[in-house]
């Protein structure tokens, strides 16, 4: 489970993303998601923050969920 205070960022920050998370987080695991390579400097177009802004994928924390709900290694 994401912490209250990461919770609470996520939903000033980036609310898409954090939709997209909980919706992955009930979906099984999936042992190879599909994602892409992305500076973590990168802005994100929806949301205009940092791709490290956003949260962690909750299966594979090496991943991160953008708004769009697609899923990158920064
Ligand atoms: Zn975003």
């Known amino acids: ?3 209250n205070w990461r919770r609470t960022r996520y939903l000033q ?3 898409r993303a954090l ?5 992955i987080a009930g979906q ?3 042992d190879n998601p599909l ?6 400097l990168v802005h994100c177009a ?8 956003h949260p ?4 594979h ?7 769009t709900g697609e899923l990158v290694k920064l």
Do not use: I
């Open 1 to 3: 489970m994401l912490a």
């Open 46 to 53: 929806l949301c205009g923050h940092e791709y490290y802004a």
């Open 61 to 67: 924390q090496s991943l991160t969920v953008a708004c």
């Open 35 to 40: 994602f892409y390579h992305l500076s973590g």
């Open 28 to 30: 099984p695991t999936t």
């Open 19 to 23: 939709a997209h998370r909980d919706q």
């Open 56 to 59: 962690d994928h909750p299966h």
């Open 13 to 15: 920050t980036c609310p």
